[in-house]
């Protein structure tokens, strides 16, 4: 049983294109959470949602539109796909929305933009 | 503004050889997490430091938070070639409203056999 689970693993696109990754996660957690990992292995949080509501909405582009259909769920969708958003997005979760509590990633959505 | 920082960015060590990263935060941490993340996959939770001073073991794993609690350190003892990795820390954001969790930048073991 995956924890945190993400579809597709792979994603190749052209630019332009319009492209979304979905995020489940059925340990009952509160807090869900996007981060972008670049090749220089920075994670970058991206956007937190809790109990559905959207809490961080970090510096990103308005491409870039996050959905919480319910608590379980944090589903990314990108407009215009460009260059510059090749990358491994992961999807997390944590049981509160608290610094304190530890994160579980999903495996990731290497995202290629050609 | 806050940061986070980790050293080294890289290191090789040949297997049997200890391996210590250091974390050093801009300002005091509530709390500091680690996270190791293998080649190709995701971040795993380690552990995480609460009390200034505090050490935590993890068989050949030893977390140690400072007692200014603006710094942290992972020791592994006789590494092994399961040790591969990016070693991350990760520690509250102190300036914003509301919780967000900084990780630092990583650092990234290799362990020749």
């Known amino acids: 049983d995956t924890a945190v689970s993400q579809t597709p693993k792979y994603l190749v696109t052209q630019m332009g294109n319009d492209k979304s990754i979905k995020c489940e996660q059925n340990?009952?957690?509160?807090?869900m959470y996007w981060y972008k990992q670049d090749s220089k292995k920075f994670l970058k949080i991206m956007f937190s949602?809790?109990?559905?509501?959207?809490?961080i909405n970090e510096t990103v582009p308005n491409r870039f539109s996050p959905k919480s259909p319910d608590k379980a769920h944090l589903n990314l969708h990108i407009n215009s796909l460009e260059l510059g958003d090749s990358a491994v997005y992961f999807c997390?979760?944590?049981?509160?929305?608290?610094?304190?509590?530890?994160?579980?990633f999903g495996p990731g959505t290497r995202l290629t933009v050609t | 503004g806050q940061q986070v920082m980790q050293i080294p960015q890289y290191q090789h060590v040949q297997e049997g050889e200890d391996f210590t990263t250091y974390c050093n935060s801009s300002?005091?941490?509530?709390?500091i997490q680690w996270y190791k993340q293998r080649p190709g996959g995701h971040p795993v939770f380690l552990i995480q430091?609460?009390?200034?001073?505090e050490v935590k073991k993890q068989k050949r794993l030893t977390f140690q938070f400072g007692e200014a609690k603006k710094n942290s350190s992972l020791h592994i003892t006789a590494t092994q070639t399961t040790d591969v990795g990016t070693y991350f820390c990760?520690?509250?954001?102190?300036?914003?409203?509301?919780?967000?969790?900084?990780f630092g930048p990583g650092t990234s073991l290799s362990v020749i056999p």
């Open positions: 949602y809790n109990n559905k509501e959207l809490i």
């Open positions: 300002t005091t941490l509530s709390n």
């Open positions: 990760a520690g509250p954001s102190m300036k914003t409203s509301y919780d967000k969790v900084i």
């Open positions: 340990l009952g957690h509160d807090t």
């Open positions: 430091l609460v009390k200034s001073g």
């Open positions: 997390a979760s944590s049981q509160r929305l608290q610094s304190s509590y530890e994160q579980y």
